[in-house]
């Protein structure tokens, strides 16, 4: 014990190099419970938005946070397909943010009060539950000066058994909140699922993963301006990487494991952050679902590359590896931040591991280009901004100019990302499940000069483990990125944006409205 006190007093959470890793065992969120029940069956959930403290790592001091029900991640909902739930969500927040607002951004001088709305990532939900980023609301349930009766969002479910994620979206702060702590995990579970003998139970584990930054007293750091002028650094986008990293709420845990098949929920809940995970000695991993749900088959991997709100189901087989200990890394290695968490294979097996990895996992009606009424040529882009700072925006237009994606109900589209940025962005649809239809290489400077998009190679089919539902997709520069969709059940008002967040509350996001 004496090792720990010397330990903890070197500790530094403001400085990676004096963290130890591994110290902390992975938390796994509690499960949310319904209040009650209400027309018959509905279950019906009522969550508070609160302050709260939360132990980071072991060795730190405790840190304010902001969390559903005050925990980080937030309670997990575990739904049925085709179950409709209702949720009460309520600011119970304090009037001053946890961290320094950019009072340059569209909604920030709305209300003095902390601004709150959630959404449910990945939902098919009607506009009025979707938690746009107008939808806003304070704890004193007021809208723009006026009074704001509470509402109580209905999720109806009626899509594929997926990981879903519900994270705050409230306009110009949806960074900060999400970096504060509102964030948790929305299972939702298809019977079918259960006849595939996937590992379950407590072999089923949710892993969310996040950067943080601490100030020396263990509070959290943010910076106060992320997106500089142009004169201070031209080639500064608004972007914010942590130094540590945080899987369900602990720094760098460790998991004790049996030797046996386990399921991996994943999602990156990162606000920039992309990672190419990877375990130690290559061990291999099989993918069985993406964003919206399984996989026709299981995808067999050495390393997963998740962009700011992907997800990924994965089973990994710890059977060989009675006794070791394995890490999850960010392949790319650098220094400290290479390492996500550790797996340790110590506990005894319980019983015969009888779960599978099914050779098909579920059939998918294809969506095909011939179905498409419409394509839309979608720039992604940059510019200066009035503050001489660089801004991203999507298809040239900011946030608050009119409406232009608008698809009609029950139609099928595609739209067409034309990346004209040096770097990747996960471009994030509400409402619906796409399929990746392909990314093709474009000529750029002659795309600048006249707005042609003349291809210079063939188009190359999306990853294998990206063929199945997707919400989210990597952007890549140099790229047309295509995808397809068919918008379906509901109309209205929603949103799409890239889902690295310091883009998307600088600008890169836009509305969207599904028309009759
Ligand atoms: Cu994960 Cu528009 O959101
Ligand atoms: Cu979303
Ligand atoms: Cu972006």
Redesign the pocket.
Known sequence: MQHSTSEKTRVDPSNPETIPKFVDELPIPAIAKPNRMVNENDPYYAIEMKEAKHQFHKYFPATTIWGYNGMYPGPTFHVKKDETIKVKWMNRLPSQHLLPIDRTLHGTSHSPDVRTVV?V?GAHVASDSDGHPDAWFTRNFKIRGETFKQKVYEYTNHQMGATLWY?D?ALGITRLNVYSGLVGFYLIRDPLEEELQLPSSEYEIPLMIQDKSFNPDGSLFYPENTNPPAEVNPSVVPAFIGNTIVVNGKVWPFLKLEPRKYRFRLVNASNTNGYTLKFENDHPFYQIGTDGGLLPEPVKLNSLALEP?ERADIIVDFSTLNGQSLILKNSNDEGDLGFIMQFRVVLPLSEKDMSKIPSSLCTDEPLTEEMATKTRLLTVGATIDQYNRPMLLLDHRMWDDPVTETPSLNSVEIWKFINTTPFAHPI?V?LVQFKILHRRPFNLDRFLEDGYIQYTGPAIEPNDNEKGWKDTVRADPGMVTSIIMRFENFTGDY?W?C?ILEHEDYDMMRPMKVIE
């Open positions: 959404h990532h994270h979206h709100a994030h509400h949103v944006h889902h």
